[in-house]
């Protein structure tokens, strides 16, 4: 892996967080800055909920470029922004700020787009018309992190989602999601939540209206497992070992479903479980990877699938 070289010309951009110290995303940005030999570098910005105004507006008083938000801000930075992207508008988030020649800052979410580039890549296609195109493939040797075997994969195609949980994270799959064709169910452990969460997609979204519901979680799951292709969890059950499962047990998955954690940082028992019964079972590191990739490309001009390919391997190297 290339080092970043810090030089009186570098462009700047970042990760605006509290805490951000544990972050990936500094390592497979600069991987693949310095693999492409761009004089960028990807710092990590840690901003007190306080000073978020001033931060965000402080990127360009500094000269910086962009940069990624992660919790607690990504609601938070609005404010300060001069225009969202629809998507940041609908679902009320922003995970990339870009600085314009003018001075002016977009928001914008890169976290659905992630997800769904790295069903593409997974050879997951969801909802109407989907193609695999030029998108990054997934190879066992680039697959490190990928939970179940990858070859032979036929393209799956997934009409029905069962989304788990309606929080932050929810919002970007699930519009996402709706935008595909797809018919997605939402099941939280609290309903008021899953359906203010249908209501706001539903109005950015009107075509895709009927076929979003939402569901509760608990007595309601077998029967809509059963009728899931892709089954996605969106909560943060798993992100820490002896976690309860965000799911029942006693609910069997199915050789033809696909189950993707948004979790990334270990293998959730979620996935082994679903592994073990033959379902195929994908973390959410692909994500982190594209949703980064797109970013890079709003900033940088360069080539997503180029990006994305090389945050993969830059995430290999510890
Ligand atoms: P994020 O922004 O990361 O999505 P969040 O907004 O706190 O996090 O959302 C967490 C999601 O995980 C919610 O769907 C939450 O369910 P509720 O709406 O009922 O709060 C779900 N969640 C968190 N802890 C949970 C638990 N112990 N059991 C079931 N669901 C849980």
Redesign the pocket.
Not at 165 to 170: D, K, L, R, T, Y
Not at 234 to 237: C, D, F, K, N, R
């Given at each position: 892996m290339g080092s970043t070289r810090l030089v009186g010309t570098t462009h700047l951009v970042g990760i605006i967080g509290w805490p951000v110290s544990h972050s990936r995303s500094p390592q497979m940005h600069n991987a693949a800055y310095a693999a492409l030999g761009l004089d960028w570098a990807y710092v990590p910005l840690p901003v007190a909920p306080e000073r978020v105004g001033v931060a965000v507006r402080g990127l360009v008083a500094l000269g910086f470029a962009g940069a990624n938000v992660t919790?607690p801000h990504k609601q938070a930075v609005i404010p300060f922004l001069d225009e969202l992207t629809p998507v940041a508008q609908a679902i009320g988030a922003v995970n990339t700020i870009v600085v314009r020649p003018d001075g002016s800052l977009l928001g914008d979410s890169t976290d659905g787009a992630g997800f769904m580039a790295d069903l593409r890549a997974h050879r997951v296609l969801v909802g109407e018309g989907q193609r695999i195109e030029t998108d990054e493939r997934i190879t066992p040797e680039n697959s490190a992190y990928t939970v179940s075997p990858l070859h032979p994969v036929p393209p799956s195609p997934c009409h029905r989602v069962l989304v788990i949980?309606?929080?932050?994270?929810?919002r970007a799959v699930v519009y996402a999601l709706a935008e595909t064709g797809a018919t997605v169910t939402i099941a939280?452990?609290?309903l008021d939540?899953a359906e203010a969460l249908c209501r706001s997609i539903a109005a950015a979204l009107p075509h895709a209206a009927s076929r979003l519901s939402a569901h509760p979680?608990a007595g309601a799951l077998a029967g809509l497992a059963e009728e899931a292709d892709l089954i996605v969890n969106?909560?943060?059950?798993g992100l820490h070992a002896g976690d309860?499962l965000?799911w029942d047990a006693s609910v069997a998955f199915r050789p033809d479903q696909v189950v993707y954690d948004l979790i990334y940082n270990r293998r959730t028992e979620l996935l082994t479980l679903a592994r073990s019964q033959g379902a195929t079972a994908l973390d959410g590191l692909g994500m982190l990877v594209h949703q980064g990739a797109r970013s890079a490309a709003l900033w940088t001009g360069k080539d997503e699938a180029e990006l994305a390919h090389l945050m993969r391997e830059g995430l290999r190297t510890p």
């Open positions: 919790v949980g309606a929080g932050g994270a929810a939280n452990r609290t939540n979680f969106t909560t943060s059950l309860p965000p």
